[in-house]
């Protein structure tokens, strides 16, 4: 497995600490451009890459804001390694329910360790598939080159890889992308992404909040204004959040992986807009008594981590700031720590006079909570430096035998005759073995008869070359 990053993560400053290009993996960004996830210029996909957030909202993730992918690639270490090897994907049959060999049902992708946020029991550990059962989702698409289109007929295969979670809607889960023909598998979901990172210090994923406008002092009146965060119709505002807990340097990872985004609403006068901030209930390894009940993961803390940019731009690395809510969920906590019930019990307003104040104060430094690798330090490993892959993969191999049938023809007169020195001139010959030459008489092919066969009249022999 390896994780290569094509931008730094939000809090980290490159005065400080080595970024992106010094991470480990970084030698895997072409791959990384060429399945599509880096650089829209080159190549094109007939799908899209995208999650829901807490509220089953659909967010689709562009090639440029993927920060991070995790590709995990098979490679067969088998002498019998056959030309076009691949990962079996026959779509399942209701018309014929057997479990024959080759089904994409029988692909799985098991991650025994991840606390998966869509998750709806309490079990550690997740099966993903492309064809997961009782759903009709086993369905191809292609990355096609947008520069060479010899490279789309029809281009490069993959599957999409999903949970069997459904939401409310009935929608399932999608993490990411199986490239059957290249033995790859793709985990784009940034969340799960970040859950698979040793450097991340967490194995458990946390959702993406929703967030919407809110008119200031419409439902809080504590702010004492009514100017909005946003001054004008072109501005955005990208939020994300960390849990942290203060008594357990465990807990201190990477914030939330997934980057929420909300802009302006150009038809309300500007000044007059706030942003709300809202979780659904996808805390389910949340445990207060984590610190007597070892499971899951506790946290006594909350902060939003915010940035305000203008235009269509992506967030900078050092441009966020820390706003601390803690004290809003005061009333909902057990022992001190958060609850699911509180997180989802609370609407939370990012208002103007609490950004203005967390910009008077320090940018959010990722290395107040995670050991990051000072520039020019080697010792220390660093995002990126993955390569197992803690987890299990199930598929069927299957291969593309191509086929080549060259038509021989003898005439009555031909090859009547044989180099054989113990052959006798005017007897009868026999045809043993043929061979095929290229233009330039070299030898390339050939190809032994199952026994020596009478030389006689008219004759017709198929060479086949499986390769």
Same mark, same amino acid.
Request: proline fraction near 5%; glycine fraction near 8%; charge should be negative.
């Given at each position: 497995?390896?994780?290569? =990053? ?109 606390? =998966? ?11 993903? +598939? ?19 289109? $010899?490279?789309? $007929? ?7 890889? +999903? ?40 194995? +458990? ?114 441009? +966020? ?46 290395? $107040? ?15 990126? $430096? ?36 113990? =052959? ?44």
């Amino acid at each position: 497995m390896n994780i290569p =990053w094509s931008v730094n993560p939000a809090g980290l400053n490159t005065n400080l600490y080595e970024g992106y290009n010094n991470f480990g993996s970084v030698t895997y960004l072409g791959t990384k451009e060429y399945l599509g996830y880096q650089e829209p210029s080159g190549q094109t996909d007939t799908s899209e890459v995208y999650y829901y957030n807490s509220f089953d909202e659909k967010v689709v993730v562009t090639p440029r804001q993927q920060k991070a992918i995790a590709i995990i690639h098979y490679t067969n270490q088998d002498i019998d390694n056959v030309y076009g090897e691949k990962f079996a994907t026959i779509p399942f049959d209701p018309q014929n329910p057997t479990d024959s060999t080759g089904l994409a049902r029988h692909f799985r992708l098991t991650l025994p360790t991840l606390m =998966w946020h869509k998750s709806t029991g309490s079990s550690i550990g997740e099966t993903f +598939w492309i064809d997961p059962p009782d759903y009709d989702l086993c369905t191809p698409y292609y990355i096609k080159s947008k520069v060479n289109v $010899d490279m789309n $007929d029809p281009g490069i295969r993959y599957y999409h890889l +999903w949970d069997t979670n459904p939401d409310d809607n009935g929608n399932l889960n999608r993490i990411g992308k199986v490239f059957p023909d290249q033995q790859t598998v793709i985990i784009d979901d940034e969340e799960v992404v970040a859950a698979m990172s040793n450097k991340s210090n967490r194995n +458990w994923t946390i959702p993406a909040p929703k967030l919407s406008l809110l008119t200031p002092n419409t439902c809080f009146t504590n702010n004492g204004t009514a100017t909005g965060i946003f001054s004008g119709a072109t501005q955005k505002m990208y939020v994300s959040y960390r849990l942290d807990n203060t008594g357990n340097t465990f807990t201190n990872s990477l914030h939330c992986n997934y980057y929420s985004l909300i802009s302006a609403d150009s038809s309300v006068t500007a000044n007059t807009q706030n942003v709300a901030v809202r979780f659904g209930a996808e805390f389910p390894f949340l445990n207060p008594g984590f610190e007597t009940n070892l499971t899951g993961f506790s946290a006594n803390s909350i902060k939003l981590i915010c940035q305000l940019v203008n235009g269509d731009v992506e967030p900078s690395p050092i441009g +966020w700031y820390p706003i601390d809510v803690t004290d809003e969920f005061a009333s909902s906590m057990v022992n001190g720590y958060l609850t699911q019930s509180g997180l989802t019990g609370t609407t939370i307003q990012i208002s103007l006079a609490e950004y203005q104040a967390a910009q008077t104060g320090n940018t959010y430094n990722l290395g $107040d909570y995670i050991d990051l690798t000072p520039s020019n330090n080697t010792e220390i490993l660093n995002f990126g $430096d993955e390569f197992y892959f803690y987890g299990n993969l199930e598929t069927d191999i299957s291969a593309t035998i191509y086929e080549m049938k060259y038509l021989i023809t003898l005439g009555r007169n031909q090859f009547t005759n044989t180099s054989n020195p113990t =052959w006798t001139s005017g007897t009868t010959s026999y045809v043993t073995e043929i061979g095929l030459y290229d233009t330039n008489k070299d030898l390339i092919v050939v190809s032994k008869l199952q026994s020596p066969e009478l030389r006689q009249g008219i004759q017709q022999y198929v060479v086949k070359l499986d390769f």
